[in-house]
T-cell receptor, first 115, second 115 residues
Framework: AQSVTQLGSHVSVSEGALVLLRCNYSSSVPPYLFWYVQYPNQGLQLLLKYTSAATLVKGINGFEAEFKKSETSFHLTKPSAHMSDAAEYFCAVSNYGGSQGNLIFGKGTKLSVKP | DGGITQSPKYLFRKEGQNVTLSCEQNLNHDAMYWYRQDPGQGLRLIYYSQIVNDFQKGDIAEGYSVSREKKESFPLTVTSAQKNPTAFYLC??????????????FGSGTQLSVL
């Protein structure tokens, strides 16, 4: 069975600081991995996805994530946090050959950005 | 504008009452999904449908029912059998299953509370 674990339910950074949101996955087959962002009282938006091409994936809003098979990790980073990045972030793994509909979501990490 | 519309935004249920959450999409997507979101729990799949007149149970289908009579509509009924219905419900759609380039589109959600 596939699963994802997000380390830290709440992360707080200062504006301009590095953002690092951690995600570790468990999968018996090569995984497809995703990061989504959710703003308050909204649905989810796809930030980026890993589908076995390049291990460093660039997404929207300056975010990127690196797939590290040896560490079973897919951490999300952004060099410089902006106030508008405050939101909840979800890591997810697909359990059907890349289809995003049958996703297994992590429990989410709420990012706060201090001025 | 193309997208997914969920209504109502807020819904209240009385004891023993069935309530129906609406989800409509004009993206011409084949697949539609219902997720339940609880604080600190991530998203859990309730039901999904890959094609009209067909749907499958997700991880937490008990106490819920769906129909898919039209491609653009996938209503979710929360029945009286669901003893803990208070949650944020998210509807999503995608072009279809099995394509790694698919993007999952989410509605803006319905907050259901018990009176």
């Amino acid at each position: 069975a596939q699963s994802v674990t997000q380390l830290g339910s709440h992360v707080s950074v200062s504006e301009g600081a590095l953002v690092l949101l951690r995600c570790n996955y468990s999968s018996s087959v090569p995984p497809y991995l995703f990061w989504y962002v959710q703003y308050p009282n909204q649905g989810l938006q796809l930030l980026l996805k890993y589908t076995s091409a390049a291990t460093l994936v660039k997404g929207i809003n300056g975010f990127e994530a690196e797939f590290k098979k040896s560490e079973t990790s897919f951490h999300l980073t952004k060099p410089s946090a902006h106030m508008s990045d405050a939101a909840e972030y979800f890591c997810a793994v697909s359990n059907y050959g890349g289809s995003q509909g049958n996703l297994i979501f992590g429990k989410g990490t709420k990012l706060s950005v201090k001025p | 504008d193309g997208g997914i519309t969920q209504s109502p935004k807020y819904l209240f249920r009385k004891e023993g009452q069935n309530v129906t959450l609406s989800c409509e999409q004009n993206l011409n997507h084949d697949a539609m999904y219902w997720y339940r979101q609880d604080p600190g729990q991530g998203l859990r799949l309730i039901y999904y449908s890959q094609i009209v007149n067909d749907f499958q149970k997700g991880d937490i289908a008990e106490g819920y029912s769906v129909s898919r009579e039209k491609k653009e509509s996938f209503p979710l009924t929360v029945t009286s059998a669901q003893k803990n219905p208070t949650a944020f419900y998210l509807c999503a759609s995608s072009p279809g299953q099995g394509t790694t380039n698919e993007k999952l589109f989410f509605g803006s959600g319905t907050q259901l509370s018990v009176l």
